[in-house]
């Protein structure tokens, strides 16, 4: 029996395929990231290096800088000793570590030009690597200027949904329900939602993923100022209409939501997602209020209450 009896003229997968999932797998991940795992491609690829270090985390990303400054110095280093440590002078060391040393920190000095002058290069070959290496921390450095400036200035979306959706009484019927904000204190305007449910069904008898709009109340705002809670009035029209939370986990039903903004602090279209699957949806139960009115009478918006839900009854 068809989970959704009602045909909508709507034949787009959403780029994520006709073949049903298994075993509930999430066709987008909570933080709005595909769920596909990519083989068949190389483990390197320099025209995707600056793609790959503007997007990874901050702590990742420091982490590959101070592992590439610390081979790099290293590489000099053991540079500097085979064209032999006699061509520094004042390195003062006597062992083969204390010269190694001497070596790292002329080649940390060297290629950040700083050059304390506790230790100078002598002779032709030192001084030829001496200025490459002069010449390519120039280099390196502005190249992670401008790494630091483009992760800095990509814009990117501090929207934060709620962690349940509830379905509820609204107006004469029930509705589902998910609420969002955005957690900056800058303006959001012209926020488009769409929001998609996507199961498993059988077609002419055979399994397939189906993909269907769920129409919302109001999916524009002009701007968001406040939380935003979006509302699928469940009708006769909704695919949702006289279904249990059994009928829907049987579905493996899952809800994927989109979201368009223009941020007028990077003066740039924005972009973000996230998906719910049936352990996240809460049945008579609705959101508690996020903001109120202080003495003053000016509006308080409380962002601790943004997954808050009362389960009626």
Not at 3 to 32: C, E, T
């Amino acid at each position: 029996m068809p989970f959704f009896k009602r045909k909508i003229q709507f034949n787009d997968d959403l780029g994520f395929s006709s073949n049903p999932v298994v075993k509930n797998q999430r066709a987008l991940n909570v933080d709005g990231t595909p769920n596909i795992e990519r083989t068949g491609l190389p483990w390197f690829k320099f025209d995707d290096t600056y793609t790959k270090l503007v997007t990874m985390g901050w702590s990742r990303f420091f982490l590959v800088i101070l592992i590439v400054y610390l081979l790099v110095n290293t590489l000099f280093a053991v540079t500097y000793n085979i064209i032999g440590i006699e061509h520094l002078n004042g390195a003062m060391g006597k062992t083969p570590r204390d010269q190694f040393f001497d070596a790292f920190f002329f080649s940390a000095q060297t290629i950040s030009t700083v050059g304390y002058g506790h230790i100078s290069p002598q002779g032709f070959m030192t001084s030829i690597v001496a200025a490459f290496e002069s010449m390519l921390g120039l280099l390196a450095f502005a190249l992670a200027t401008g790494l630091l400036y483009g992760r800095f200035s990509r814009p990117t979306s501090k929207v934060s949904f709620s962690k349940n959706i509830v379905i509820s009484p609204y107006q004469d019927k029930m509705g589902l329900m998910c609420r969002l904000v955005n957690l900056r204190r800058n303006s959001l305007i012209e926020i488009e939602a769409q929001m998609y449910i996507t199961f498993n069904e059988i077609v002419d008898g055979k399994s397939k993923r189906s993909y269907y709009p769920l129409l919302l109340e109001r999916d524009k705002i002009s701007v968001l100022s406040l939380n935003w809670t979006l509302v699928h009035p469940i009708n006769e029209d909704s695919p949702l209409f006289e279904k249990t939370l059994a009928d829907i986990k049987q579905a493996q039903v899952e809800i994927i939501l989109i979201l368009k903004a223009f941020d007028d602090t990077f003066s740039q279209t924005i972009h973000t997602r996230t998906s719910y699957q049936e352990d996240d949806i809460k049945m008579n139960a609705r959101f508690e209020m996020m903001y109120y009115h202080n003495s003053e009478g000016k509006i308080v918006l409380d962002y601790s209450k943004l997954d808050s839900v009362i389960v009626e009854g």
